[in-house]
């Protein structure tokens, strides 16, 4: 039923809208003034409705609540206490605790052992690690006499290209065997 009421409503609104429209386009200002009355009356009407059906629903889930809070006040009753698991700490909380002087006690010796351990490890440790290094970077470490020959071999102009075994070995990487005329 409210359903069909809410179409006649909006059917009477969209008509009487129209129906001022046309009056006012052709100048018929009483026409207009009944059909503006007529629209306003249905959009009330129709907003009476929408509102009385809304309070209606929501008194519905009111008394769908009420009795639905009687089950939830009956579970509240039968749920069973709950555990307090740190009761033990509230007893003792006006004197000094042992067990928080032990904690923070032993938090002090740990960190100093911690240290200790890490000195002597660091101590220990750094000449080991650096001569395994040098080992490791001596297939890379550059000739002991440098990179640059000696002047006397750079300005010898006399030596044919294959004998420069130095600056091949610069260049290449490894020495050249000799070339044989």
């Known amino acids: ?49 929408l509102v009385l059906g809304r309070l209606k629903e929501l008194s519905a889930q009111l008394e769908r609540d009420r009795s639905q809070e009687l089950v939830r006040t009956r579970l509240q009753e039968s749920r069973p206490p709950t555990r307090d698991h740190f009761v033990w700490l509230r007893d003792s909380m006006s004197r000094t605790n042992v067990f928080v002087t032990m904690v923070i006690g032993g938090g002090v010796i740990l960190s100093g052992m911690l240290w200790a351990i890490d000195h002597v490890a660091r ?3 750094t000449a080991s690690l650096e001569r395994g290094l040098a080992q490791r970077l001596r297939s890379i470490a550059p000739p002991p006499d440098g990179l640059v020959p000696p002047d006397d071999v750079l300005l010898a102009e006399d030596l044919p290209h294959g004998e420069r075994q130095d600056l091949w070995l610069l ?11």
């Not at 809410?6 to 003034?33: C, D, I, K, P, S």
């Not at 260049?171 to 005329?181: C, F």
Request: zero cysteines.
């Open 1 to 49: 039923m409210r359903k069909l009421t809410v179409a006649v409503l909006a059917l009477t609104m969209f008509g009487a809208g129209l129906l001022g429209g046309r009056a006012l386009y052709e100048w018929e200002w009483t026409r207009a003034l009944w059909m503006t009355v007529g629209f306003v009356a249905a959009e009330v009407a129709l907003f009476g409705v």
């Open 123 to 125: 101590r220990t440790t």
């Open 171 to 181: 260049l290449a990487g490894h020495r050249r065997d000799p070339v044989e005329p």
